[in-house]
């Protein structure tokens, strides 16, 4: 256990080349968190980690491109397009919120693409992982620590003109994979095919929020009568 937790730490503090490599040295460091991940409490609803939510040039699916057109990523053999597991959404530099309860447990750096954090999730429907890309988290927000939804945790980091959020949903526990911000259309290169278990980010949110109070609505609508 406690040679677990060190590698949690060498895990959370790791820079790396790029973020689309495979990053098989994460996966041991989950594997050290579910006494941590039991005090997180259930994530039933989910919310939207910005106030506005106005696409970006990707959605989920989308082919992994620059909004100029320029190609991301290959598969090398057949020079299929990567396809792109997130949705990118239209940002300034502003707080970001946690999608739901949950514990982080992963942050890593790009030196591209700066900071991506995973926030795994207990749900009825099973262990869900958000992933948020272009952060950087907040101070003392690191691996393990616990979130409520709706807590501001990160920023968003500035990428100049290209400055955006890349948020996306897979519905699993953690693996070597859970990193990626596109897949290969079918397997390639050693990773699997699109969608893998990653789903459309914005419907998978926009079908868990929470529910409006009925007596809240209620209360509103009675005030505004006369
Ligand atoms: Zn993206």
Redesign the pocket.
């Known amino acids: 256990m406690g040679r677990a937790i060190a590698r949690v730490t060498v895990a959370s503090s790791i820079v790396i080349a790029t973020m689309w490599s495979p990053t098989p040295l994460l996966a041991p460091g989950v594997a050290a968190q579910p006494s941590t991940a039991a005090l997180a409490a259930p994530a039933d609803y989910f919310q939207f980690p910005l106030p506005t939510w106005e696409p970006h040039c990707?959605g989920f699916g989308s082919q992994w491109r620059y909004c100029n057109g320029t190609v991301l990523r290959r598969c090398s053999a057949s020079g299929a397009v990567w396809l792109?597991t997130?949705v990118?959404i239209k940002t300034a530099i502003q707080p970001v919120r946690a999608a739901a309860n949950g514990v982080i447990i992963g942050y890593i750096v790009d030196p591209t693409f700066r900071g991506g954090v995973l926030i795994r999730h207990q749900t009825s429907e099973g262990i869900v992982i958000t992933q948020y890309?272009h952060v950087w988290p907040r101070s003392g927000f690191k691996v393990g620590t616990v979130v409520t939804r709706g807590e501001v945790f990160a920023d968003i980091a500035d990428m100049g003109s290209r400055t955006h959020f890349?948020f996306a949903v897979f519905m699993g526990d953690f693996d070597s994979h859970t990193w990626n911000?596109a897949l290969p259309p079918t397997r390639c290169d050693g990773f699997p095919a699109f969608p893998y278990y990653f789903v459309n980010a914005t419907t998978f949110v926009g079908a868990h929020l929470p529910p409006v109070s009925s007596r809240a609505a209620r209360h509103c609508r009675m005030d505004a009568q006369p």
């Open positions: 990707l792109h997130g990118d890309w890349h911000g």
